[in-house]
């Protein structure tokens, strides 16, 4: 096994990846391969990472009456969304080797491409994880086991698609655990504020995840991959109904619990209306379509951090 990760061939882009992105670009051609494994063309699976913790460090500003969310705080999560999601990423491209190989939308993949080796990956993986282990001792000491905890989620996850209809539960479990980590970076400890704001990302996980799915759902069924996607159906849209309404309503129990004003409510307000808006136009049959209502999720995540935020800075005035 060769851990070489200088010499990479690159034979073409990904069929799922942005297209002329700057990975395609600008980046010298043994680098683009390790860059689609942690899929830097692809911002918006950071920014879902990114969310909850985002929102959780926002929520603990309105309950200590700080003007804003600590700023060093949401620098250190966005490095480490971005290092985590990458290194989740190239894990995930790991285990999945075998089914990639046979998904028209993912064989055109690095690891199953040929494009890198699984040393390479392995060393990459670990490279990254570095990178989010340098971020995670920032933090006191209880949020740094609370992060540790994390990795048992990310490490089963991609294993569930073979033995679960819910495979998206189990994402929300690990893409929602920042809703735990900006409040316990804040306060040492945990409240119900961030319990309930992780419940509500798991569930909003579990729909925009859903979503993703659509776009699989043929190769996923001759291949024996499980999903939501497939377990809903036709039912996908009153399925959204319920999960998007449960998210929004635990996420206002969240705002209601630091005792938030006007300003985080018309945020949570407006993104149930984008919401809804998702589940109104949403085609399951028109894969082009889910990926773009899919990645609408980063305004969603935008329209309720700034609510939060809002109302960080007015209660604090």
């Given at each position: 096994m060769?851990?070489k990760?200088f010499?990479?061939?690159?034979?073409g882009?990904?069929?799922?990846?942005v297209k002329?992105h700057?990975v395609?670009t600008r980046?010298?051609p043994w680098a683009r391969p390790?860059?689609r494994?942690?899929?830097?063309e692809?911002?918006i699976?950071?920014w879902?990472?990114l969310?909850?913790c985002?929102?959780?460090?926002?929520?603990?500003a309105?309950?200590?009456?700080s003007?804003w969310?600590?700023?060093?705080?949401?620098a250190?999560?966005l490095i480490?969304?971005?290092?985590?999601r990458?290194?989740?990423?190239?894990?995930?491209?790991?285990?999945d080797?075998?089914?990639?190989?046979?998904v028209?939308?993912?064989?055109?993949?690095p690891?199953?491409?040929?494009?890198v080796s699984?040393?390479?990956?392995?060393?990459f993986?670990?490279?990254q994880a570095?990178?989010?282990?340098?971020v995670?001792?920032?933090f006191?000491l209880?949020?740094?086991?609370?992060?540790l905890?994390?990795?048992?989620?990310?490490?089963?996850?991609?294993?569930?698609?073979?033995?679960?209809?819910w495979?998206?539960l189990?994402l929300?479990?690990a893409?929602?655990?920042?809703a735990?980590?900006g409040?316990?970076?804040?306060f040492?400890?945990?409240?119900?504020a961030?319990i309930l704001l992780?419940?509500?990302?798991?569930?909003?996980?579990?729909?925009?995840?859903?979503i993703?799915?659509?776009?699989?759902?043929?190769?996923?069924?001759?291949?024996?991959?499980r999903s939501?996607?497939?377990?809903?159906?036709?039912?996908?849209?009153p399925?959204?109904?319920?999960l998007y309404?449960?998210?929004?309503?635990?996420?206002?129990?969240a705002?209601a619990?630091?005792?938030?004003?006007?300003?985080a409510?018309?945020?949570?307000a407006?993104?149930?209306?984008h919401?809804l808006?998702?589940?109104?136009?949403?085609?399951?049959?028109d894969?082009?379509?889910?990926?773009?209502?899919?990645r609408?999720?980063?305004?969603?995540?935008?329209?309720?951090?700034?609510?939060?935020?809002?109302e960080a800075?007015i209660?604090?005035?």
């Open positions: 060769s851990f990760i010499g990479t061939q690159d034979t882009p990904v069929a799922d990846a002329r700057w395609d980046l010298p390790y860059a494994l942690a899929r830097w692809r911002p699976g950071w879902l990472l969310w909850p985002w929102w959780s460090a926002a929520l603990a309105i309950a200590a009456g003007p969310p600590n700023p060093w705080h949401l250190l999560f480490g969304a971005v290092a985590m990458g290194a989740g990423c190239t894990f995930n491209d790991l285990v080797e075998d089914i990639d190989a046979r028209e939308r993912t064989r055109s993949r690891i199953p491409a040929g494009q699984r040393g390479q990956a392995k060393l993986m670990a490279l570095l990178v989010g282990a340098a995670l001792v920032q006191n209880f949020t740094i086991l609370l992060g905890a994390s990795l048992l989620v990310v490490a089963i996850y991609p294993f569930m698609k073979r033995f679960t209809n495979p998206q189990f929300g479990f893409f929602s655990w920042g735990l980590m409040w316990a970076a804040a040492g400890r945990l409240d119900w961030p992780y419940a509500g990302g798991i569930a909003w996980t579990i729909g925009y995840d859903t993703y799915a659509h776009q699989d759902k043929e190769d996923d069924a001759m291949v024996g991959v939501t996607a497939r377990l809903f159906g036709a039912w996908t849209k399925a959204l109904a319920l309404g449960l998210a929004t309503v635990l996420f206002m129990l705002a619990l630091v005792d938030a004003g006007p300003f409510f018309a945020g949570l407006l993104g149930a209306v919401l808006w998702q589940i109104v136009v949403l085609d399951i049959d894969p082009d379509q889910c990926l773009r209502l899919f609408s999720n980063t305004t969603y995540g935008w329209i309720v951090f700034i609510g939060l935020c809002a800075v209660s604090a005035v």
